[in-house]
């Protein structure tokens, strides 16, 4: 359980860089180049991937490859959403609500060997 607890948390932080490095040069760098949005992008991924690939080698311990992926995934859902709405002033819409219920679906599946 531990194994787990710490991957999801370094999961969580690192798509928290992630999800900026994907999408805060919409709002912050929209008057720039693209080049200078992607260089400050891919600088602030290296901060996701120094989270995200010990994560991934520690929840790896404990889980499969396909449950390391359903999980990220939801992950980036409950991630992305709150900056969707807070930072970017996007609508919330339902469709993150039903998004998200597809992918308690897919967490039931990929981790139903584990519940039962």
Known sequence: MQAS??????LFCSNIFMTFAWYAHLKELNHKPWIIAALVSWGIALFEYLLQVPANRIGYTV?????LKILQEVITLSVFVPFAVLYLKEPLKLDYLWAGLCLLGAVFFI???KIT
């Open 63 to 67: 889980m499969n490859v396909g449950q």
């Open 5 to 10: 607890l710490i991957a999801i948390g370094l």
């Open 111 to 113: 981790f139903r060997d």
